[in-house]
C-alpha cells in the first residue's frame, strides 16, 4: 500500500498568514493527489485535485504543488473560516489512502 | 443539485452486522464510481473500498475484504456498504462520497456513526 505522510500534524496560525502543509508518497502517485478540508462534525470537502487543480467554488487563496513524491497545500492568506483539519490523498493505486491530517488551530 | 443521502445513525452489538445507504441525485448515477470512508471518533479518513455503479464491480481495502461488501441498486440510485462481524473498533462515522472525473472524491453524504456497544 502506498503510504502517505503529511506534517505537521498541527499548525498554529494567526489571521493573514501564509501557510504550507506537506503531504509526502511513499512511492509515485503520478500527481493523482487531492486535498480535503474537514471542520469539526462536517464531511469532508474537495480543495485541490491532480495535485495543482482548484476544484470549482474553492478560493484562489488556496493552491497546490507537487515536486516528485512531495505535494504542498499552501494557504495565501489565512482566513478565519480556514481553521480546520486537512487531509492528503493519493488516488494513483488501489488502496487509495489517506494522510494522517493536519490540524490548522488559531495563534 | 448533485446529492448524497445516507440513512441513518445505526446502534448494533459486537458480531452482528450493519447496513448503510446512499442515495444519489443530481447526476447519473452510473457514471461516477462511489466510495465508502470511514471516521473513528478523533481520528483521521480511511478508505474503506468503492463501487462502479454502472457494472457493479468493487474494489476493497485489504483490512476489510471478507467483511465488507458494496451493492448498488441502479433502479432507486442507492448504493449499500454492510459490515460484517462487527467489533468495538468499528465505531465510527462512515461517509459515502463520489468519485470525480479523475478518481477524487467531489460530492460527499452527510455521514452516518454507526455505533457498536454492547
Not at chain 2, 442515495?23 to 464510481?33: C, E, I, L, R, V
Request: hydrophobic share 30%; proline share 4%.
Amino acid at each position: 500500500d502506498i503510504q502517505m505522510t503529511q506534517s505537521p500534524s498541527t499548525l498554529s496560525a494567526s489571521v493573514g498568514d501564509r501557510v504550507t502543509i506537506t503531504c509526502r508518497a511513499s512511492q509515485n502517485i503520478n500527481s493523482w493527489l487531492a486535498w480535503y478540508q474537514q471542520k469539526p462534525g462536517k464531511a469532508p470537502k474537495l480543495l485541490i485535485f491532480k495535485a495543482s487543480n482548484l476544484q470549482s467554488g474553492v478560493p484562489s487563496r488556496f493552491s497546490g504543488s507537487e515536486s516528485g513524491t512531495d505535494f504542498t497545500l499552501t494557504i495565501s492568506s489565512l482566513q478565519p473560516d480556514d481553521f480546520a483539519t486537512y487531509y492528503c490523498q493519493q488516488y494513483n493505486s488501489y488502496p487509495y489512502t489517506f494522510g494522517q491530517g493536519t490540524k490548522l488551530e488559531i495563534k | 443539485q448533485v446529492q448524497l443521502v445516507q440513512s441513518g445513525a445505526e446502534v448494533k452489538k459486537p458480531g452482528a452486522s450493519v447496513m448503510v445507504s446512499c442515495k444519489a441525485s443530481g447526476y447519473t448515477f452510473t457514471n461516477y464510481y462511489l466510495c465508502w470512508v470511514r471516521q473513528a471518533p478523533g481520528q483521521g479518513l480511511e478508505w474503506m473500498g468503492e463501487i462502479n455503479p454502472g457494472g457493479g464491480a468493487t474494489n476493497y481495502a485489504h483490512k476489510f475484504q471478507g467483511r465488507v461488501t458494496m451493492t448498488r441498486d441502479t433502479s432507486t440510485g442507492t448504493v449499500y456498504m454492510e459490515l460484517s462481524s462487527l467489533r468495538f473498533d468499528d465505531t465510527a462515522v462512515y461517509y459515502c462520497a463520489r468519485g470525480g472525473t479523475y478518481g477524487d472524491y467531489d460530492v460527499w453524504g452527510q455521514g452516518t456513526l454507526v455505533t457498536v456497544s454492547s
